[in-house]
Structure formats: structure tokens, C-alpha cells
């Protein structure tokens, strides 16, 4: 098993370091390359994604990103920007797929800034869009109107088949788990939605099994605060998945508690925590690397089909959380601050 590692910038490398500790401890045959995305792309090779970088993620089986970004790219080009990067690789490698689990560990309970009942036992399954949209739509671009004023525009856009394919993962997710899918879209509004929604209820016709329920993204980002446990699958997309799922995340305690798989058709992915960069606290080992260890557990399970040892890293995690281990971003009283390199050692130690 080839694994391409892209560690990116500010606290994406602190944070890398520590799946991979944990990636090595375990007792499998993989081999790990690295190679410079985003700023540290364009600072290594004049480009956020160089092409040394794509070569060997298109080679590998999977990908471990951290994440990119940094205030002092802002001024760059938009094509030189560490974010174009991350969307380049997204495309280029077709991961169309993106899941953001957003799971509560019960220790975390009392780190949501919501109240414990309302979060316990949380377990939504997001199913984001990752390759069409809004992000990737074209015509897009600033220009300057006859009358002198500039004008943005960026193109909402997707068709049947990418809305199809999409919705094919979260049924087929939802299968396995509660058998709801929650399709949320801006359908009264937006016809590029009402497309959407038009195939998500053909498709499920496929999935008789499996009870389809849609939602306005504005009432969805409203009752995942009312009353989260109310879904189990919802599939999106790309610029819904990108709100809905930071959102969900601060329901599990912290954006540093949710990692992310982005699959293509064939299961060949990248893994990444679903946070940014975080260049303010880049380099002082305070960072969350938990995301990043749970993306390399979603790694085996989904890219090469091991459930053991991904169960293995996950109750690795849970363990050492159960033993009172936090992160600045998740400490509650009584319990244990640790250093993000002293987290990754903790959820080593509780490998075995
Ligand atoms: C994410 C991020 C990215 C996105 C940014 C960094 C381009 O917010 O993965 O959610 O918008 O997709
Ligand atoms: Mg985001």
C-alpha cells in the first residue's frame, strides 16, 4: 500500500506527523512519500499543487493531507493561492465523494457549546459533493462593467449524472447505517437545486429500503442546532457540504474532532481533518491532531479495506480521551491538557 502524505501548512505538518506515528505503529505493510501542497507548494515549486506533488498522488492508493493555507498567501494570485491546491488535487484525482463524519465521543459531551442532551449520542454521516458547484461552475471571475463598476460572478452548476452518482454514496452509506438519507438543498429557490432534488427522489427508487427526507439548507443549518439527532445520512452539495459540515462539526466539541474521506469511483482517496491551517497556533504543538489520526483510521477502512485496524485506531482514540488526554481546543475540567505530540503518543500507547 502506497500512501502519498501531503502535509501542507501551519499546523498541517505538526499534525501529519502524529497519523503517521500512529499509521507505524500499527502492524501493516504501506510506504509513506512525501511531497509540498498548497503554500508549501508554491514556496517549494512556484506552485500550490507542482506537479511532482499530483504524480505521486495519482500513483499512490491513498492520500494523507493536513491542510493548507496562510494569511500571507492572501495577496498571491488566485491561481497561486494554497486553496487552489487543495481544489486542483480534489479534481485532478476525481474525489467527487467527500464524508465528514460528525461523531460525539461521550467524553466530549460537556466540550459542545451546546447542552450534553442535545448532543449525546451523536452520529450524522455528512455526504458532501466535492468536485462540481458553485466551486468549480463556470463562467466565474471579477470584470468591470461598461459603467465602471466591478462585478463577481461565480456559476451554481451541476448535472444529472454528477447529482446521481453523489446520491448513489449516501444511499449506499445509509444501508449500512440507519437507512435515512437527508437530501439538503435550496430547492425553492435555486433550480440548480430543484434539479437535484428531482434526482435524489428518482434515485430513491433504487433504495426502497431507505427513507428520503429533503431540507432547505437554511432550516437544515437550524436543526442541526435544534435537534442534531434527528439525522443519520445527509448528502449536499459542494458549497452546502462546506457550511453544514463546520457547522456539525461544532457539535461533536471541536472542528479538531471531524475527519474526512474524499473518495473517487473506485475507493482510491484522500484523507484529511475536515479544519484548515490554523496559522495563528502553526508550529507551538497545541493543535488537535485527533481529525488527522481518525482520517488515516477512515484511510483503512475505506481505501484498503481494513476494518480491523481502523476500529483499532478509533478505540485508540476513544482510549485515550477515556483516560482524560485533551487538546487545548477540547479541555474540560478535570481532565488532562496535552501537547499535540503528546496526544499522538497517548493514542499510540493505546494501540495495543
Ligand atoms: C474544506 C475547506 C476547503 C473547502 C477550502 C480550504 C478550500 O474549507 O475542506 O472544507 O472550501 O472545501
Ligand atoms: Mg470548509
Same mark, same amino acid.
Given at each position: 500500500m502506497k500512501i502519498a502524505v501531503l #502535509?501542507?501548512?501551519?499546523?498541517?505538518?505538526?499534525?501529519?506527523a502524529q497519523a503517521v506515528n500512529v499509521l507505524n505503529?500499527?502492524?501493516?505493510n504501506i510506504t509513506m512519500q512525501e511531497a509540498p501542497i498548497g503554500g508549501a507548494g508554491y514556496e517549494a515549486a512556484g506552485d500550490p499543487l507542482p506537479d511532482a506533488t499530483l504524480q505521486l498522488a495519482k500513483e499512490a492508493d491513498a492520500v494523507l493531507l493536513?491542510?493548507?493555507g496562510d494569511w500571507k498567501y492572501d495577496k498571491l494570485e488566485r491561481h497561486l493561492r494554497p486553496e487552489r491546491g487543495l481544489l486542483r488535487i480534489r479534481k485532478e484525482?476525481?474525489?467527487?465523494?467527500?464524508?465528514? #463524519?460528525?461523531?460525539?465521543? #461521550?467524553?466530549l459531551a460537556n466540550a459542545s457549546t451546546l447542552k450534553p442532551e442535545v448532543v449525546s449520542g451523536l452520529d450524522i454521516m455528512i455526504v458532501r459533493e466535492l468536485t462540481g458547484d458553485i466551486y468549480f461552475g463556470q463562467p466565474r471571475g471579477i470584470s468591470t462593467l461598461e459603467n465602471g463598476e466591478r462585478e463577481g460572478i461565480n456559476t451554481m452548476r451541476y448535472c444529472e449524472s454528477e447529482i446521481r452518482r453523489i446520491g448513489r454514496v449516501a444511499f449506499d452509506i445509509a444501508m449500512k447505517r440507519n437507512k435515512r438519507v437527508c437530501s439538503v438543498d435550496k430547492?425553492?429557490?435555486?433550480e440548480t437545486t430543484e434539479l437535484w432534488r428531482q434526482v435524489m427522489i428518482e434515485l430513491s427508487a433504487e433504495y426502497p429500503e431507505v427513507e428520503l427526507s429533503h431540507m432547505y439548507v437554511d432550516n437544515a443549518a437550524m436543526q442541526l442546532i435544534r435537534a442534531p439527532k434527528q439525522f443519520d445520512v445527509m448528502v449536499t452539495g459542494n458549497i452546502f457540504g462546506d457550511i453544514l459540515s463546520d457547522e456539525a462539526s461544532m457539535l461533536t466539541g471541536s472542528i479538531g474532532m471531524l475527519p474526512s474521506a474524499s473518495l473517487d469511483a473506485n475507493n482510491k482517496g484522500m484523507y484529511e481533518p475536515s479544519h484548515g491551517s490554523a496559522p495563528d497556533i502553526a508550529g507551538k504543538d497545541i493543535a488537535n491532531p485527533l481529525a488527522t489520526i481518525l482520517s488515516a483510521a477512515m484511510m483503512l477502512r475505506y481505501t484498503f479495506n481494513d476494518e480491523a485496524n481502523a476500529l483499532k485506531i478509533e478505540n485508540a482514540v476513544k482510549k485515550a480521551l477515556a483516560q482524560g488526554y485533551r487538546t487545548a481546543d477540547i479541555v474540560t475540567e478535570g481532565c488532562k491538557q496535552v501537547k499535540c505530540s503528546e496526544m499522538g503518543n497517548a493514542v499510540v500507547a493505546a494501540l495495543n
Open positions: #502535509p501542507g501548512d501551519g499546523i498541517g505538518p505538526e499534525i501529519v505503529a500499527l502492524n501493516i493536513g491542510a493548507v484525482l476525481n474525489l467527487f465523494a467527500n464524508l465528514r #463524519p460528525a461523531l460525539l465521543y #461521550p467524553e430547492a425553492n429557490v435555486l
